[in-house]
């Protein structure tokens, strides 16, 4: 009789130091200290989002995820959106506060993966295709995170999650972790049938209770189905090249202000944090989001199909365990 613990209990797990390979999307904003700890506790391996954060709120986010007991997780940064100052700050407080993990997207900066190796700090670097996942492992990544194309927030590549998952796993010496269009037990055992060792999981864990994002963001989100999602390059403002990114449609992907775009027009359509969100710009409405959260950017996988409730992450790791099980060991 097959071990079903087993079956789900991949060498990622051990490398990682987490039950089961279900790990926390970084996502920025979203993936605060509540949301990490509770992945963490249920099991899973907990990322803090800190894409262009202060190093002083990034002290304050790892202080408050050891103080709720995890010392097992991630930070995950974007070095090509960040300005090099800030980008000095992040690094030199990660290194001060001996982070274990930190997780890296967009373009590979080899210096920083070595200089980050060299301090003891194992390396996770997010990937849209097999370029970038050859220069993460000669730069010496521990991990991959393979996204595809049907993931939210930013995209990096132009290929679905499973046949990039076939182009990579062979190819990769380290873990190769999944991520994109899977919010369920079966996309994870379809993963780990594909040679995935895990999942990284956004969508998904944005719709629970311990999420930072804005209600009307999770709102939104259980609402849709993956056809309400559109690969779009309209969210640009903050970012330092023409990106795309998925997101659920609303007024901006819709055009319909297209004409301040190409006005150059900055208009200011709300606020978080203590700052201005800006028309088109790259930021999701936060919990403490005020203004016209409808016309910002609302980041959904096409994974959201198989998102109809708001729960704890508990319970979705409970769920998608359960679901996985009986995928992998059916009657």
Not at 12 to 39: K, Q, S, T
Not at 262 to 271: F, K, P, Q, S, W
């Amino acid at each position: 009789m097959v071990n079903r613990r087993f079956a789900l209990h991949t060498p990622l797990c051990d490398l990682l130091g987490c039950e089961w390979p279900i790990m926390l999307a970084g996502m920025g904003g979203v993936a605060r200290h509540r949301l990490a700890a509770a992945v963490s506790h249920a099991g899973g391996f907990g990322v803090l989002g800190m894409v262009r954060e202060p190093a002083e709120r990034i002290a304050r986010e790892i202080d408050a995820l050891r103080g709720e007991g995890v010392e097992r997780f991630a930070i995950n940064l974007i070095p090509a959106a960040t300005e090099r100052t800030l980008l000095h700050a992040q690094v030199d407080l990660c290194i001060r506060k001996a982070v274990p993990w930190m997780a890296l997207f967009w373009e590979v900066d080899h210096d920083l993966v070595r200089h980050l190796k060299a301090e003891g700090i194992r390396v996770i670097h997010q990937v849209g295709h097999r370029q970038d996942a050859e220069r993460a492992l000669r730069a010496g990544a521990d991990v991959l995170i393979a996204q595809g194309y049907e993931a939210g927030g930013h995209v990096r590549g132009e290929t679905g999650i499973l046949p990039l998952l076939s182009d990579l796993v062979p190819l990769s010496p380290v873990p190769v972790v999944a991520s994109g269009g899977i919010a369920d037990g079966r996309g994870l055992a379809a993963a780990l049938a594909l040679g995935a060792q895990g999942v990284s999981l956004g969508s998904a864990f944005l719709a629970t209770h311990e999420s930072n994002a804005h209600d009307h963001h999770k709102f939104r989100l259980l609402q849709a189905r993956a056809e309400d999602t559109v690969h779009t390059r309209r969210f640009n403002r903050n970012w330092h090249e023409d990106a795309p990114v998925r997101v659920l449609t609303n007024r901006v992907t819709r055009g319909e202000y297209d004409d301040l775009k190409a006005n150059g027009i900055a208009e200011i359509i709300g606020e978080q944090d203590g700052k201005p969100v800006y028309l088109f710009s790259t930021d999701s409405p936060l919990a403490d989001a005020t203004g016209e959260l409808d016309d910002m950017a609302l980041y959904a996988g096409q994974s959201c199909s198989r998102i109809n409730a708001l729960t704890s992450a508990r319970e979705r790791i409970t769920t998608l365990i359960e679901e996985a099980r009986q995928a992998l060991n059916p009657p």
